[in-house]
């Protein structure tokens, strides 16, 4: 929390807590020789003072208690300290009405009540102080949360690009390279797609958010140059259903799923992946379907380029309880199942 927002909060409270004290001045039910020699303002600013000392001695100390790793020594700590506070208290309560504030002598009696109004006033306070500063606390450490959040979501995109670039890009310019020698015509569209691929991993994924449309466009490239590799165009069926227009996602989370399926799917089956993507309902629907290699597993295996164990993480972090992923393989079947409220 911003350090004015913090000394706003303090403000805000002791101009509460000194109104409390003028409100029998402000109704009009104060007795008039206590306005006399203005002994009731004084006994206000007295208070205010000796409220301020709990408060700022519980409120300093309190977050020290709550680091303590016995319970037991946390209160018992606690309960001195209202001790010695209101042992503090009290007296100086009494020494400042009596030396400073000249009363008359009947006047300034120390008894035992003023014990017992001081304790209450302490645990008052108190409890006033650690509210506040629980309060303060919880707001530092949400927004510390965030920023947290914000962070390991940025590292592990990070994470992400550094995973899916050198192995795309390596083989795609290998297969533009090819193309380029044989005096291909499709070399100029194929380094347009690249291109187009590289833009958006560099510049469109470091928003948090990228329209549907251009996740799915970068699909279609990826998916495009791959083809290239493998040499048949029907390898992969992708079908699209719903308007993408007007539909947010986060940058590089579709992708993953393909590029995981095109390093374990078998080249022998026609098609090899099939894909597909859903906006109807109000929902984003994204499945993949792909055939596995002998004696391959694309769960979670740590040469599968993307670990879906990072796509599932990214996934709590961004979509928290508005997303369901089912990652299913039944022998050479691997499918996953994406739904994104």
């Keep these: 929390m911003k350090r004015k927002n913090i000394i706003l909060i303090h403000v805000l409270f002791w101009f509460y807590m000194i109104n409390q004290g003028l409100f029998p001045l402000y109704v009009g039910k104060l007795d008039e020789t206590l306005l006399a020699n203005n002994s009731y303002l004084k006994d206000v600013c007295i208070s205010a003072i000796l409220n301020m000392i709990t408060f700022y001695t519980v409120y300093l100390v309190f977050p020290r208690l709550i ?6 020594l946390a209160i018992s700590t606690g309960l001195i300290m209202i001790v010695l506070i209101t042992a503090f208290r009290a007296p100086a309560e009494y020494y400042i009405w009596k030396l400073f504030i000249c009363k008359p ?11 017992w109004n001081n304790l209450r006033l302490v645990i008052i306070i108190g409890i006033y102080a ?24 940025a590292s592990e995109l990070a994470l992400m690009r550094s995973q899916v670039n050198p192995h795309f890009l390596f083989n795609t310019l290998n297969n533009i390279y090819s193309l380029v020698y044989r005096k291909s015509d499709e070399a100029p569209e194929a380094f347009m797609k690249l291109s187009s691929i590289m833009r958006y991993m560099l510049y469109d994924s470091a928003s948090t958010m990228v329209p549907l449309e251009k996740e799915v466009e970068y699909l279609k490239s990826f998916i495009e140059l791959q083809n290239l590799r493998i040499k048949h165009t029907d390898f992969v069926s992708l079908r699209i259903e719903g308007n993408t227009d007007e539909r947010t996602i986060a940058p590089m989370l ?13 080249k022998t089956q026609r098609p090899g992946i099939i894909i597909y993507l859903s906006t109807l309902n109000g929902k984003i629907h ?10 391959s597993s694309a769960i979670d295996e740590p040469s599968s380029g993307i670990s879906l164990k990072i796509i599932k ?12 992923l089912t990652v299913k393989q039944d022998y050479d079947i691997f499918r996953i199942n994406l739904e994104i409220s």
């Design 313 to 324: 993480r990214r996934l709590q972090l961004i979509y928290p309880g508005k997303h369901h």
């Design 105 to 115: 002598e009947k006047d300034t009696m120390f008894e035992m009540v003023y014990m």
């Design 254 to 266: 579709l992708i993953s799923f393909v590029e995981n399926a095109f390093k374990h799917s078998s």
């Design 67 to 72: 680091r303590f790793n016995s319970r037991i």
């Design 130 to 153: 650690m509210l506040i500063r629980f309060m303060i606390n919880w707001f530092e450490s949400q927004k510390l949360r965030d920023e947290l959040i914000n962070q390991q979501q």
């Design 286 to 295: 994204f499945e993949v379907t792909n055939y596995l290699k002998k004696s």
